[in-house]
């Protein structure tokens, strides 16, 4: 790990503790002019620890050791008082999901002129003047009168950059800018944010998302359970990375995946025709034909509000379309078209362990205990997790667990609906990939719904692109 | 750094466990004297021996006597029960229908559900001691409106719960995934809405039984509930509140007696969330 | 805005159509000649009443059907044509005007002080939850709520007229009569809102909005003064609301007790006496408080809170 001298901000073998022992420990970096720094890693993996230590604010119960130097100044040998001072002066601080951390009852102008009225001492009106400037410069000066929750989420990522700007404290810490936010909007808040590198300021980003780091470039660091395992050039780390947890993270992304072999399709199991949908006056689609047939994956690909999960639930008979209608296969008992849930833990019923819930649903159908367990080889779950509650599990084998379940009742069709969205890349692709040997394997007809573009490029045979390309240009 | 927030905010949920076995405890206590008392304890909570008139704790009476002679652990362990049982009657007239109509309503919807909001609507339009004692002007003194009035003004809080409730756990996508895996109405009133609902119902139950026992002495005191010789707590007080400067203890007793009741019903209703 | 006043107003009318309906009902299923006691509430029973009731009879008699003598019932009560008292013979309206003003006294003492206490205790006890000041103020609740106002009212007599003779058991006049009638309602009161005051103080502390304000680099008081007072007010205030049951329930059982000339202590005195132009008019006073109590708490919680009322 070479650091370079001439930075801002240099932090060297920096360990945070807590009563039972170190959460993070040895952790070197550097963030210079021009030069953003990204780290990467899963939630607990201890890159927020990081970024509280150096902007002043971990938890009282816990302690950091090592050194700290922005700006010829040693952080952790200051008092809280003098790290706070730092604050909105030469620190500042792009909070993740920034709509929960406006103040909902004031509106967003005074939000952005209390900076300069009481942190840089300008006067009432200057104040004003000012945050007008601030707000204009993120294209938000039609917003100065709204409230919080009168905006989209990515009005109040803008809203926080303003902030920021007002603040113009050299050393930006952006955590987590990307979460919350769709697919489409990601690569505007980047583009911020390496338009503040361009302005000269520092920018030390935190992050789960391998698209956010690759597209802020400058330096990556990967951390893993408290410690920086790869630490380098973006570039060179993203294309050969050393380490074997940063290898699987890269190898998870979607635009690496495997592209699907070409198989002909069988016999169509599930059909709209002309189907339409509309909310008030305006159509959320109108005039949609989707064939599915056996053994294929069709996906539909879209931003949040297009209306994508409501196809897949028409096709269901779960919704009604207004138009239009739906065909299946022949002398086929509904309980052969199953759903797969985006959020897996609302799937299942929080108080019941799963042994309860799938042992009930074995009963139902007079089928055998051994089918579960064989389906729980193939699905490597393993045994002690029946025993646990919904919530104990982790999303990723909970959602084999619903694949599980739905598999029991050997299903022709299967709408996955954004199934994998809020798995961590290597569970979403370990889910992706069973996914697809079963539907090689049994002929499973699958109905994907993702706002994923790389997810539905890779795997699906068919793509429905509903009003993507409109929000793309953005 | 959001997971280490959520870190520091997981307090230590001690004491909860405590208040709430302190509840159950006190009203164990307080149920058995109500129950047992009236059997255990010979003396007639009417029979007046004016010659024991505001006898002392711990003479012939063994908690005193009141101004005509009376017993006052027999009429207390009589009032204990009286208040016991208008409160334990009274939360079951309200929380039968309450429940019912709650479940119907979440499951049906429609015409049925939009009279039972109005009709809530009407009831909570006024509060509840209000129309208890607008009833009660048809026969002061009776427990037919007492317990009528007090029945209707509660009803409306379990349907609302278990609406609401019920509505809420019947959106969720896990009762979505039951009807697709083929799982019936029963199944999922029975293992998914009624965990929900039940302690939630459990909690309102003791509150309402608090409230009950609260509003029957309450009326009686202000001398339109039950009346006199019978042995309420409320009016028990009031009795005897000529006699403060004799006898102060027992004008506190039945007075410490409620509180007691309803203390233990609130503990156990919430333990240290209050 | 208006969906709030449409609801109170409609509540307003559920209100007096509910008081009016019990009472004509009440009316009717007493014993003894309905007529002569509507004739007596009409024009008082001075007046010559034989000939009254002869009056009343074939006014709203027996060959009208009682729908319609319903909504002649309810079509004076909506010309406020409240009759006279049956005991005391004079204009119910009358009567009313001098309690509401006792009442309405009662009512705005014991919320000051209650706000006085009970906010305080929970501002405390949501700074630094789990604390001391917490635990103190979570017992007081629980005892305080557990007694009721009646038992309240009885301790607070005895302990500050008849043991220390500091302040009057009863009556009506000056400020001294208002307090220990005053202090029982706000005890009551202040015990719950200090609980909600601890949970909102608490969970703005704990809001990210907060702890952003904190990182935009204003000082303490700032944070706490722009965006920590109107937050943790919300919750304190729309609980108002549902207080407006306990102080209006409250308000009766401790005139009652007090014997303090409000409209409380009308209503029970006028249900033991039957006096039902008296029932009517105390009740349709109650309630229209409560209403007013309502519609108040929805206006400044329409004022405190933008997300109320405003749609995106």
Redesign the interface.
Known sequence: MNIPINTDLSVSDLSVHSQSGPIVSGVSLAVGRGRPLTLLGESGSGKSLVAQAI?G?LPNELRATGHILFKGAEILRETPSER?RR???SI??L?Q?PW????????VAPQVA??HR??KAKSVEDSAVAARSNLSDVSLQQAAEL?P??MSGGMGQRAAIA?AHA?DAELLIADEPTKGLDAALRRSVTARLLSEVEAGRLLLTITHDVAVARALGGTIGVMLDGRLVEYGEARKLLEAPEHSYTKALLAAEPARWEPRKQKNAGEMVVAGRGLEKRYGDKALFSGLDIEVAAGEIVSIFGPSGCGKTTIGNILLGLAKSDEGMVERKPDLSPLRFQKLYQDPPAAFAPHQTIRKGLKDLVRLHGKDWADVEALAGRLRLSDILLDRLPGQISGGELQRFALLRALLLAPVFLFADEATSRLDPVSQKEVVTFLREIVEETGLAVLLVTHDRDVAEKISTRMIDLGGSRLRDR | MSTI?NMT?T?ARTGVGTARLAGAGLLILLGGFALLGPLVISSDPSAQDLGASLAPIGGDYLLGADHYGRSLLARLAHGARLSFGMAFLTMLAAAVPGILLGLAAAWKGGWAERMLEFVA??VL??????LV??????S?GDYGPLFLGLSLTLWVEFYRLTKATTRTVLAQPHIEAARMLGFGSRYILVHYVLPVIGPMIATLSAFAM?TAI?AV??LS????GLQPPTPEL?SM?VEL?PY??EA?VH?LLP?VL??LL??GL??LAQG?R? | MKNFLVARLL?AG??SV??GA??FI?MR??PGDAAMRIAAGRYGPDARIADAAEKVRLELGLDRPIAMQFLEWLGSLARFDLGHSLVTGRAVAHELQVQLGASVWLAAAALVLSLLIGPIVGLFGGLK??GAADRLG?MG???F???????LG??LM?VFS?QLGWLPPAGFGSPREILLPALTLALGLAAMSS?VTRNAVAAVA?A??F?????????EP?VVR??GL??AA?PVVSYLGLQ??YL??GV??VE??FAYPGIGHA??H???E?D?PM?QGT?LM??LM??AIGAAVDLLTLW????TG?T?
């Open positions: 902007m604010n706070r604050w909105g002066r500042s601080l909070p999901e929960l951390a406006l103040d909902p009852t004031m509106r209390e900076v009481y942190v409230y929750f009168q902030i603040a | 927030d905010s307090r609507t009407v339009a006024l509060p509840g001691l209000m004692l607008l009833l009660l002007a048809f002061p608090a609260i002495s309450t005191a202000i001398s339109v409320g007080i509140l403060f400067a102060p004008v007075a409620i509180f309803v203390l609130q503990l240290d209050a | 509540q559920i209100v509910a008081v019990l009472c009440l299923v007493l939850p789990g979570l609740a629980v005892i709520r557990a007694i009721p106002p009646f038992v009885l301790i005895l008849r609980r704990q990210p909005y702890a952003f304000a904190r990182y935009k680099g204003l000082s700032i722009r965006h109107r937050n919300i407006a049951i209006i329930e009766v059982v009652s007790l209503l029970v006028a249900i033991v039957r039902i029932v009740a109650m309630g409560f209403v405190l809170d933008p997300r405003k995106v």
